[in-house]
C-alpha cells in the first residue's frame, strides 16, 4: 500500500508522542493508536499502517539475539552487553542462543546490524571464495 507523504510525516508526529526520555513507551503507543481508530482522521489507515512500521523497526531496534556455539560465561555476557550498551543504549532485550553448528565464535544481531564473527561463517566465504 503505497502511503501519502503527509500520512508519513502524521505517523512520525505520533510516533515522536510516544517516546518517554528517548523510549518507546507502550501505553501512550496504545492510547494513540484508541485515539486514531477513535477519530477516524483523514487517511488514518496509512497512518496507522506506517505507525505500525515505526514501532516494529524501534523494536527490532532494542532487541538483541547472541548465538553462540558453547554457554558463555556470566562474566562474558556481561562484557558484552556493557560494550552493546554503549553502542546501543542501554534499553536493550538481550536473547542468548547456544548453537553447536557454529564451531566457534559469536554471532550478534541487533535489529539489522549483524555481527558474526563465527568460525562457521568463517568456513562459508572460504567455501563461497573458491
Given amino acids: 500500500m503505497k502511503i501519502s507523504k503527509q500520512a508519513q510525516r502524521e505517523a512520525r508526529e505520533v510516533f515522536r508522542s510516544c517516546l518517554v526520555k528517548g523510549l518507546?513507551?507502550?501505553?501512550?503507543?496504545?492510547?494513540?493508536?484508541?485515539?486514531?481508530?477513535?477519530?477516524?482522521?483523514?487517511?488514518?489507515?496509512?497512518?496507522?499502517?506506517r505507525l505500525h512500521r515505526l514501532v516494529q523497526l524501534d523494536v527490532a531496534q532494542r532487541t538483541v539475539h547472541i548465538a553462540s556455539a558453547v554457554d558463555l560465561a556470566p562474566a562474558q555476557k556481561t562484557a558484552i552487553q556493557a560494550r552493546l550498551a554503549a553502542r546501543y543504549g542501554t534499553a536493550l532485550e538481550v536473547f542468548y542462543a547456544t548453537q553447536p553448528a557454529l564451531i566457534g565464535g559469536l554471532r550478534i544481531q541487533v535489529g539489522s546490524d549483524l555481527y558474526d564473527g563465527t568460525v562457521k561463517a568463517r568456513l562459508d566465504n572460504l567455501q563461497q571464495s573458491f
Avoid: F, T, W
Fill in 24 to 49: 518507546l513507551d507502550e501505553d501512550r503507543a496504545r492510547q494513540a493508536v484508541n485515539l486514531l481508530v477513535e477519530r477516524k482522521p483523514r487517511g488514518y489507515v496509512q497512518i496507522l499502517s
